[in-house]
């Protein structure tokens, strides 16, 4: 059964977020017996691509409404990524520094169509064309109705939300960038008066699954305006919760760690690397230490953070270290708390691979008080990290960690307020006195099986079920 995963980003080619971490794990994972799985992205300039080299397979021109553009298709040459991966370049769009920006309609239509020329092309069609999130939602509608798709007509497809909260909506001005399809199914395009490709593959595609089974019930409620829609095609979906790649986040193989460590040594193990990230950000290494690691947005939790913090570093003998970028306010607050509490407070504003990897080694808390989480990956990592993870109790969140309190190994708040979140941190540095206490929790939450072996099979048993109707 050949699978090909179409995504805007892969780890560790082109990460934004957890998307990258998730289409660069699950392929791996499925690829056995059976089973090939392979990965279509887009080219894009940056350091992964700059340090790599690739060939070209395969050379087509593309039409977007008057204009055409010509592409190759490349494959990556001397690296095993444990899956085939095909990009998509398209110099003109998709050769860029940066994977998103404010316009990206054209992009990613073209990086769309260009994936489906050449696939059609090939001799052999997959079995599924499973899709990862709005950019490469018009691919089911394409497939199904496009005039010069007719022949991916009965292959399933297969599409995953990783975040409701971003559809990816265009005008219909841009209708004729999309390939030609009989005008009456124009309403399977439209949303609320525009062209919103996560509504169409919600609506067109043969099954729709979200990363946490939570956060397919909470859709249902809160979609950031499809929730009629997720309801009406409710007996389509379902929620599979993400694993996590236990190949790349081995704190025992961790090259990018301060020393490698396992359960049985994990207080020592993590010392290491707390010792370091004390030094680097001039903190008190005999404190508990608090840090998040993410984008700085309100679905995060971010606009929360000036006060929480500020809260907690006035009434609490702890540290706090923060790596993250996103909204400007919230980045300059970050700093302004830096000169506020010397030696108690740091930040990282940027996005830095192998320090994050340090911080889920070196601390001891992993703060995520994420409004919307649709499955969160950074708490399983901390979990095999031996760090104790403080979350909101919503959708992924709430599939993955359990109170202390109900004998479990983290902190839950449901109130997600300032209050809530200082609650949970006092808890928290309560629960640091008790150094026994501390080091049979990490020890539990380090033998977590979150590997990617369970899901990677539920994904298996829905393409199968999918196949024998094709
Ligand atoms: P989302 O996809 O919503 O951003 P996830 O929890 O699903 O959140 O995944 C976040 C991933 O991105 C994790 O691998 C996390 O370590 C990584 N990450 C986020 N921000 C940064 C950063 N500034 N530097 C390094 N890694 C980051």
């Known amino acids: 059964m050949k699978i090909i995963h179409i995504s805007a980003e892969c780890y560790p080619i082109a990460k934004v977020g957890g998307l990258a971490d998730v289409v660069g794990a699950l392929p791996k994972y499925q690829n056995r017996g059976e089973i090939t799985s392979q990965v279509i992205m887009p080219f894009y300039n940056n350091r992964y691509t700059q340090e790599h080299r690739f060939k070209s397979i395969y050379k087509g021109t593309l039409n977007l409404g008057t204009e055409s553009f010509k592409f190759k298709i490349l494959i990556l040459e001397n690296e095993n990524l444990g899956f085939e991966l095909y990009l998509v370049d398209i110099p003109e769009l998709l050769f860029t520094d940066y994977v998103y920006s404010e316009n990206d309609t054209k992009r990613f239509i073209s990086f769309q169509i260009a994936a489906?020329?050449?696939?059609?092309?090939?001799?052999?069609?997959p079995d599924i064309i499973h899709c990862h999130d709005h950019?490469?939602?018009l691919i089911s509608f394409l497939m199904s109705h496009a005039n010069k798709y007719k022949k991916l007509k009965d292959t399933p497809s297969v599409f995953t939300i990783h975040n409701a909260q971003y559809q990816g909506w265009f005008s219909h001005d841009n209708i004729e960038l999309i390939p030609s399809f009989p005008l009456s199914h124009i309403g399977l395009l439209d949303w609320d008066n525009n062209i919103n490709p996560l509504a169409t593959a919600i609506k067109c595609s043969w099954r729709v699954t979200t990363v946490s089974p939570s956060y397919m019930e909470e859709l249902k409620v809160k979609a950031n305006g499809l929730e009629s829609l997720i309801n009406s095609e409710t007996q389509k979906c379902v929620g599979i919760l993400n694993g996590i790649d236990t190949k790349v986040w081995d704190p025992e193989l961790d090259d990018m760690i301060e020393a490698k460590y396992g359960f049985e040594d994990c207080d020592s193990g993590k010392h290491v690397s707390k010792i370091w990230l004390c030094e680097e950000f001039g903190l008190n290494s005999e404190k508990p230490l608090f840090v998040f690691i993410g984008?700085?947005?309100?679905?995060?939790?971010?606009?929360?953070f000036y006060e929480v913090f500020d809260k907690a570093l006035k009434n609490l003998d702890i540290s706090i270290l923060l790596l993250g970028s996103g909204n400007k306010m919230v980045e300059q607050q970050m700093k302004k708390?830096?000169?506020?509490?010397?030696?108690?407070y740091n930040a990282f504003i940027g996005y830095d691979e192998a320090l994050s990897h340090k911080m889920y080694a070196g601390a001891d808390y992993l703060l995520m008080p994420s409004r919307v989480e649709p499955c969160g990956l950074n708490q399983m990592y901390s979990l095999r990290y031996g760090t104790i993870p403080i979350v909101n109790k919503i959708g992924g969140l709430k599939d993955t960690?359990?109170?202390?309190?109900e004998g479990g190994f983290g902190f839950l708040?449901?109130?997600?307020?300032?209050?809530?979140?200082?609650?949970?941190?006092?808890?928290?540095?309560?629960?640091?006195?008790?150094?026994?206490k501390i080091k049979?929790?990490?020890?539990?939450?380090?033998?977590?099986?979150?590997?990617?072996?369970?899901?990677a099979q539920q994904y298996i048993n829905l393409y199968k079920s999918l196949n024998q109707y094709s």
């Open 413 to 436: 708040h449901t109130e997600n307020t300032v209050k809530g979140i200082f609650n949970s941190i006092k808890r928290a540095t309560q629960f640091y006195s008790d150094s026994s």
């Open 116 to 125: 489906l020329d050449w696939i059609l092309q090939n001799k052999q069609l």
């Open 295 to 304: 984008r700085l947005v309100e679905e995060k939790g971010a606009d929360l």
């Open 401 to 405: 960690v359990v109170d202390i309190s």
């Open 337 to 344: 708390l830096t000169s506020k509490y010397p030696k108690m």
């Open 135 to 137: 950019h490469t939602g």
């Open 440 to 455: 049979e929790t990490r020890k539990t939450i380090m033998q977590i099986d979150h590997s990617w072996d369970e899901s």
